[in-house]
Structure formats: C-alpha cells, structure tokens
C-alpha cells in the first residue's frame, strides 16, 4: 500500500621591478623594466562572495530561460542558459533548479540536468527520465550526493506521478511513490528528509486547476507566491515516503529558509510546522507574497498599503514595520543573502527592476538582471 501523504595573490607573473617581502619592503631586485602593467586578464579576480542569488528569468524567448548567480553587492557572478520544457498546455509550471552547497543544478530541455559554480564552470549531472509528455522535476541534496526525482506523465489520464531518489549519477535508484489523485514534487532537502510541494487535495497538475493565493494568471505568472508552485511543504522520508512534518497549511509563500516559510495572510510557520506569528493585517495587502529571514525574526512583502505594488516592508514579531525604498508588487517574493541583505525580484521585466536592499544601510542597489529569484546558495536548509 503506497503511504498516505496529505500530499534545497594576484593572477599576474611577477612582472614588476620588485618583489616585495612580508613587509611590504622591497625584497631583491630583478632584472626587469621597472615599470610594467599588469594585463586586465591576469589581474586578482574578486573573491567569490559567500551567498548568491540564483536569479531565474522564464521569459528569455525562443523557448530558452536564463540563470544567473548574483551576489549582495548586486555583481552578476555567473550565468547559463538552457532550453526550457517541452510544452504541454494547461500543464503546471514545475521548478527548474535545485542548489547544493556548492553549485545551481538546471534542467536543460525536457531531461539533462546540467550545474553551474559560482566560478563559472559548469556540467553534466546526469538525466532524468522527461520527455514531451513527462514533465519532470527534481532537487539535489546539500552535500551533492542524493537527487529526489518527481516525473509527471500527461501522456494518460488522469497524470500519473512517479518519485524516485537515487545517488547523483544514476546508482541506488528506488521509486518511493506513486499517485494519480495526489499531486507533489521535491523542491528541497531539509534534515535527511525530502521537502516537497504540495498541489492539495482534489487538486490536478493544470494551470486552470491550481490554487495560488493571487490573482495573476499562471502564463504569465507561472508558479503562484512562490518559485516552487504548491500550496504548502510536506517533508517525507526519503525511503518511505511516509510523512513527517506539514509546512504551513496553505498559502506558503516567498523562499524557504532554515527557518521555514513566510505565509501569505501575514504569519510565517517553522520546520516543526508550528506557526509564528508576525501580523495580523497581511502585510498591508490581502494575502501578499511575503519571503522569512533565515533567522525567523523578519519577513519582507509589499506593501506599506493595500496596493499590488509599493514600496517592500520588513514586518517584525509583534506587527512592527520598517518601510524600504526599494519597490516590490504584492504577487513577488525577496530573497534574503543573510538577515542585512536581500534581493526583490520580478516575474516579468515590466513589472520592475530587481534590487539588492542593505538593511543596515537603508541603500538600494539596482540589479541588472532579471526573472525571479528561485533559490539560494549555498541551498542547505539546515540550521
């Protein structure tokens, strides 16, 4: 019987007169001009920043999407681009990337799974079985060494999903679920256990038969408050798939952090399922998309009034408000690099230019490159 369930030195040579010692004195003289420049290409790269924004744009054109890892002082540090899923109508957006510790893995067409490192290298990591009539989706563990597969078969009636784990390359594999009246898929891992999105009950993979707490229609706005898709999180066992903890009853919005998720009518839950509390007057707008610091303690949304856009609020424990410059719209998440920096992101170009915010500053910096922010790296929800 399948489980029940209710449903991530300088480069240069040493082309100077000097070397210079540990003092910075010169050291021994070398038989060179005394004045070289050193060329732009060998000059010291600038050290990889330690958290990224992975910024996914679905609306590149000629069916391809963008990536790119942006950094909190607003630098695109790397990019990719890859071919988006064939695509089948009315079918439900499933996400694109999945991030490790270490790297951003997409799906490229409708079955390669590639990698990009914040250095700029990128890869193969293996293949899934999508094709025209499959859809499929995926998310990779912190350490790089598990993958959790969901595969969405449209080809029979009604869709068929089938979820499997193996190790990234293709051993140990082990299909753990099967549903065709319950519809899920990883997004994340969180503890050992598979995290997972939740369409809810009674509810088919089809953009007309999806709940998503806004009133954007999912062409234009495919995955809803959120760039997982989903109403809520259920985390599972990654052999049995039995379920262990539910993450927000509905209405689960912006990124997951490690310590939860933000909900859309002003509260946020925890890993534990339980609910925090933030405000009771949905962020100033009915069931805006709010996005939860790591630490718990802060939630940003749109907007400082009822409004589909305006400008993004930090809401505090207890109601409290800090009122940004940076502009947002009600239906679009933040990501946060840590609990000072945070990055707005946008759907669609015409709706706004996406920006890093320094809490601690107040300053805003623009960003130049667009799409949605669907994930963070490093990805590890763990606290």
Known sequence: MRPLLAVMAVAACSCGAVANGPSGSPAAVVSTPAVVSTPAALATPAPLPTSLAVMVDLFAGGGTYDIALVSADGRLVAHAGAQQRTQIPDASELPYVSTSNSRVYYLDGDSQIRWLKPDGTTGAAGTVPGGPQVHATFAVTPDDSRIAVALLDYSVNPVKLTMYVEDVGGAHHAVIYTATDKYLWPVAWHSGQIVVAYLGPGTAPFKSRMVTYTNRDLTNYPYGPGPYGGINFHVIDPVTA????????????????????????????????????FSSNDYGSVNAVGSLSPGGRMIAACCDKLAPAGPIVIWYPGGATRVLTAIGTSGDWVGWFDDAHLITGFYQRR????????????????????????????????S
């Not at 919005?253 to 890993?271: I, K, N």
């Not at 230019?353 to 590890?380: E, F, N, Q």
């Open 351 to 382: 709706d706004g230019t996406s920006a890093v915010v320094d809490l601690s500053t107040g300053s805003v910096l623009s960003v130049t490159v667009h799409g949605i922010v669907a994930a963070m790296l490093p990805g590890g929800l763990d």
């Open 242 to 277: 039995q379920r262990q903890a539910i993450i927000s009853g509905g209405g689960a919005s912006g990124l997951l952090t490690r310590s939860g998720t933000a909900v859309t009518q002003g509260s946020a839950v925890d890993w534990t399922g339980n609910d925090v509390f």
